[in-house]
């Protein structure tokens, strides 16, 4: 996403080699936002949807041994 330019836009180098001389994303991001206000509430919003879908999972297991 905008943590890392290697781990976004650099996947696409071999495609594109110009793309390595591209801005990371947070460099654009700090002119307006606090980049490691906005990195940490991202990766506790990924955290979150992580550890609801894990009780969804967890859940429907429960009902599907209950009904065996």
């Given at each position: ?12 180098n ?37 550890i ?12 599907l041994?209950?009904?065996?």
């Amino acid at each position: 996403m905008m943590f890392d330019q290697t781990l976004n836009i650099g996947l696409f180098n071999p495609l594109n080699e110009s793309l390595s001389y591209v801005a990371p994303l947070s460099s654009y991001i700090q002119r307006y936002f606090d980049v490691n206000l906005l990195k940490s509430l991202v990766r506790s919003i990924f955290a979150g949807a992580s550890i609801f879908y894990l009780y969804l999972l967890s859940k429907e297991d429960k009902i599907l041994i209950n009904d065996k």
